[in-house]
């Protein structure tokens, strides 16, 4: 675990060689190895109305290979994470191996809050793609609260922001169909993808169709089905891991799909006008053909 071996690495090294190697990593990844305290109010989108000179409120990068554990379930807590670029899972894992995936932590996200309460982290955080995160360390955090009481109160808004969506999910794998919480999951994705400066009607998905089951509480195979299914009637398109969304408002609206007999009247009658607009009009101006000499 590579959190482990970072633990191992500052036993161990001295803190000048610690330093050195870090700062190398960071200079290749990003060209900086630190953010300050405007930086990090600006990626958590709250108000940054204070100094932020002292060296003290300087918070240093990592970066995690796809794969890789950034903590893992019972190990010790003392740090926050804020993703500064990058796709995560985090997950809880029963007593079989078997995985739940509770979030998709992306840009501008906070995780490891989990872990407040039993000084333990309380689920595992997976990188599923290379990232590039904020350490926070939970010290000073709370030494920043108490030196700048608007920041501790902007900081528990952005933990209420999880904790709002989380609640949203719950709320709407009990509500809705298993069409509907893929649609809804499929706007979600849109939306946070616009807040991060990216395309909301094109994006890859960096997790796999049995993570977004697993988040869903749906099967692979309804995952997988319901997606062909909103490729066949045109409310997106799909290319593998390539999403490209063309009605959202259905989207977001959508309920249940109609029966695959319907889906297919439908495609065959939507393919049919295609063609019929397709046709020349009598009195449009002619073809000429291409003459080769």
């Not at 932590?105 to 990188?127: N, Q, W």
């Not at 049995?210 to 398109?237: D, K, P």
């Not at 259905?250 to 799909?257: G, N």
């Amino acid at each position: 675990m590579l959190s482990t071996q970072m633990s191992d690495i500052r036993s161990e090294a001295p803190p000048s060689a610690l330093h050195s190697s870090s700062l190398e990593a960071g200079w290749q990844r990003q060209g900086k190895l630190w953010s300050n305290l405007k930086e990090l109010c600006d990626l958590l989108r709250i108000p940054s109305a204070f100094s932020v000179g002292d060296e003290e409120f300087l918070f240093q990068h990592v970066q995690f290979k796809t794969g890789q554990r950034i903590h893992t379930i019972g190990q010790p807590f003392d740090t926050l994470y804020i993703v500064h670029s990058g796709f995560l899972k985090t997950v809880l894992i029963d007593e079989f191996g078997n995985e739940q995936v509770l979030s998709f932590p992306m840009k501008g996200d906070l995780f490891g809050v989990d872990g407040i309460h039993t000084r333990r982290y309380a689920s595992e955080a997976v990188a599923l793609s290379n990232c590039d995160l904020i350490l926070l360390p939970f010290k000073k955090f709370t030494a920043l609260g108490r030196a700048h009481i608007e920041l501790e109160h902007a900081m528990y808004s952005v933990m209420s922001r999880e904790l709002v969506r989380e609640q949203a999910m719950v709320s709407m794998l009990g509500a809705l169909s298993a069409e509907a919480r893929v649609a809804r999951f499929l706007v979600s994705l849109s939306d946070r993808f616009a807040e991060m400066g990216y395309s909301s009607k094109l994006f890859n998905l960096r997790m796999t169709r049995h993570e977004i089951g697993s988040y869903l509480g749906l099967t692979l195979e309804t995952v997988s089905r319901t997606l062909s299914a909103f490729n066949e009637i045109g409310l997106i398109t799909v290319d593998q891991r390539s999403i490209g969304i063309k009605d959202v408002d259905a989207l977001k609206t959508l309920r249940r799909l109609p029966p695959s007999s319907s889906r297919a009247k439908q495609v065959a009658s939507k393919k049919a006008k295609q063609l019929a607009a397709a046709r020349i009009e009598p009195d449009a101006a002619p073809w000429e053909p291409l003459v080769t000499v």
